[in-house]
């Protein structure tokens, strides 16, 4: 393949997926019809984008309070514990199991760069169990935790890239 012809499979590729973005639902032939593509095209830019994990999965985005839900953030400052420990223990998983049992569910996970070093974006059904949820991550990652900071999301204004429909609501609150 031609620098010029992978360029253009890449930017192809790019505008698949602010397509999907936008709704990742939308039907392949209306993808192709945004796009200007074929269909063919469009289905073999999606194959080809799952297939190298460009694409990891699809998600709903979720009105957590219409499930009786509320939204946390958690902010995690390593200790200095050596960068393999802490890398094992995100990679080990166990706190997704420490989620589960008091029946967190977690949406993002990201290590970060800046004041904190890694944040933990879940619903809960309460602030007892986001408290319990924090209590758990201390105790089992004791060693690598320098400070814990839970905050609670009274709005979201934007998620995974789609506005807030009732974002007039958001005056309520201001």
Request: hydrophobic letters at 35%; glycine letters at 4%; one cysteine or more.
């Amino acid at each position: 393949m031609t620098k010029s012809s992978r360029k253009q499979t890449d930017n192809d590729e790019k505008e698949v997926i602010r397509e999907l973005q936008k709704n990742s639902k939308e039907s392949i032939d209306n993808i192709a019809k945004n796009c200007d593509f074929s269909r063919q095209k469009v289905w073999r830019a999606i194959k080809r984008l799952e297939k190298n994990k460009t694409i990891w999965g699809y998600s709903a985005i979720v009105d957590h309070e219409k499930l009786g839900l509320k939204h946390y953030l958690i902010l995690i400052k390593k200790s200095v514990k050596p960068a393999e420990e802490t890398a094992n223990m995100i990679v080990s998983r166990e706190i997704e199991r420490k989620a589960d049992e008091i029946g967190i569910t977690i949406g993002t996970s990201h290590y970060l760069h800046g004041c904190y070093d890694w944040q933990i974006c879940f619903t809960a059904e309460n602030l007892a169990k986001a408290k319990r949820f924090c209590e758990a991550l201390n105790i089992t990652y004791a060693p690598n935790i320098k400070e814990l900071e839970l905050l609670e999301v009274i709005f979201p204004v934007k998620e995974a890239g789609i506005q807030n429909p009732h974002l007039e609501e958001l005056k309520t609150f201001l």
